[in-house]
């Protein structure tokens, strides 16, 4: 069971990290990722994400897989509850000139239809914790 599936937590879970978004992308465009994600960033491109295609979940402003573009993977899908979140997401992916490597979509990955595409690579970075039987 996920958190959201159409219930009112994964609105709540929406609201809450919404608030945040502009404040999330703003330390991004300012400082890039926070610790935790530069350190999962350099171990992904250490493993060898070149021409990698990527599926973020749970993904905030698409800090960690915009990052893992410039490095060179071909393209992403970022999946976040928030349309706050997505909003930033894609406006962060077009000041990088990133757009046409991108896709952003609104949702609970777990009951997203349609599904989200096969990727080499899945994140999930702190969403883990919005999910009770993960």
Known sequence: MSCCQGSASCAGTARFFGR??????????????????????????????????????????????????????????????SEEMIAEARELAAGLQLTAQTEHRVGDVVTLSPAPPSCDVVMLDKVVCCYADW
């Open 20 to 81: 945040s978004a502009k404040r999330y992308a703003k330390r991004f465009r300012k400082r890039g990722l926070d610790a935790a994600q530069g350190r999962l960033a350099d171990m992904l491109t250490r493993t060898g994400i070149q021409g990698a295609t990527l599926l973020e979940i749970g993904c905030g402003v698409g800090g960690l897989h915009l990052d893992l573009l410039r490095r060179g993977a071909r393209s992403a899908v970022g999946i976040d509850v």
